[in-house]
């Protein structure tokens, strides 16, 4: 996969290299360039925004720069790929679409800055993505947030593929209780069926606590969740062992 991110601040996705998405790198699964689009600016004084049409607080970004970064990584790698404009007013960032981008050969991310964006930048975007309803300072963060939660999902970026199966929300469910040595801490154990070496069991501990923890903290998703009869089962145990 090959990921471009368009920004004025080159130096926070320094961090990209870091931990996991940095091995991915390092392992050649990705391609990774932050690309500064003020080096593209035809302005004098090197600006890449400007006063609002019609008044209006803040100071916008300038279509002419974005533009021209866009084209030159579409120069660069053959194609623009997917173009991610990361805003406070677009689709809530979900694993669902987390699975989605990292289905794609390449990916370029526009992480603005200042009151917002030009609205004729629109033009070169394919989705318009938000992390949350709220604002930060510049769109760097969130495009941290959607390329960790896609590339994390590439094929042996994990080293177990398994592991971003059963992460929460890649279920549709929150994830179950996890635990590892010692048994007992401090008094706190384990609980014994996560012991007992009888997987039948641990699988449906596993389930049912998987649907009792989405029960408790986020049973919104529950009005999607597919359930299977055994599912059913295990949330009306869990609702009864709730609710006494």
Do not use: C
Request: no cysteine.
């Amino acid at each position: 996969m090959r990921i471009d991110v368009l920004s004025l601040f080159p130096g926070m996705f320094a961090l990209m290299r870091e931990s996991i998405i940095g091995k991915t790198i390092d392992k050649g699964l990705v391609d990774f360039n932050v690309v500064d689009f003020r080096d593209y600016t035809t302005n004098k004084h090197n600006k890449v925004d400007d006063e609002i049409y019609g008044g209006g607080q803040g100071m916008l970004l300038m279509p002419q720069p974005i533009f021209d970064a866009i084209e030159a990584v579409e120069t660069d790698a053959g194609s623009r790929g997917r173009v991610i404009l990361m805003d406070p007013a677009g689709e809530r960032f979900t694993q669902a679409k987390a699975e989605e981008f990292a289905k794609e050969e390449h990916l370029t991310f526009i992480a603005g800055h200042y009151e917002g964006y030009d609205e004729r930048i629109r033009e070169l975007v394919t989705d318009e993505v938000s992390i949350g309803d709220f604002v930060l300072t510049g769109g760097e963060l969130g495009a941290m947030t959607v390329i960790d939660a896609t590339v994390r999902l590439l094929e042996d970026a994990l080293g177990d593929d398994m592991s971003a199966v059963d992460d929460s929300f890649s279920t549709g469910l929150l994830e179950y209780p996890q635990y590892t040595r010692p048994a007992e801490f401090r008094g706190l154990k384990v609980p014994e069926v996560l012991t007992s070496g009888n997987h039948a069991k641990i699988a449906e501990w596993k389930q049912k606590e998987a649907l009792r923890r989405t029960y408790q903290r986020r049973p919104d998703l529950l009005d999607t969740y597919e359930f299977t009869p055994e599912a059913q089962r295990l949330l009306r145990e869990v609702k009864a062992e709730e609710n006494n």
